[in-house]
Nanobody, 119 residues
């Protein structure tokens, strides 16, 4: 089992920045890849970014490319999402998730952290 806990959300003005953290515990050595997702009110959860075990491969949704950066510190068992130039449409609950086997699915989820961007 892998437990995930997000932090770092909050209220920020448009154009501002936030850094989200996702601390992993449990079978952390099993986290093959990590990802960030978000869900805005009345909308489905959507993919934001993912990173592989070594951190050498990252992938982003078009809506955040060039503004967000995902990274991980395996020594600290933590994944980060640096969010710059935030827009009101980035307002959502942000979730981190883990894939524990190659070719697997995002099966483990945190409780989420709220990000609100005011205009």
């Amino acid at each position: 089992q892998v437990q995930l806990a997000e932090s770092g959300g909050g209220l920020v003005q448009a154009g501002g920045s936030l850094r989200l953290s996702c601390a992993t515990s449990g079978r952390t050595a099993s986290t093959y890849a990590m990802g960030w997702f978000r869900q805005a009110p009345g909308k489905e959860r959507e993919f934001v970014a993912r990173i592989n075990w070594s951190g050498g491969y990252t992938y982003y949704a078009d809506s955040v490319k060039g503004r967000f950066a995902i990274s991980r510190d395996n020594a600290r068992n933590t994944v980060y999402l640096q969010m710059n130039n935030l827009k009101p449409e980035d307002t959502a609950v942000y979730y981190c998730s883990a894939i524990v086997v190659p070719g697997g699915m995002f099966d483990y989820w945190g409780q989420g952290t709220q990000v609100t961007v005011s205009s």
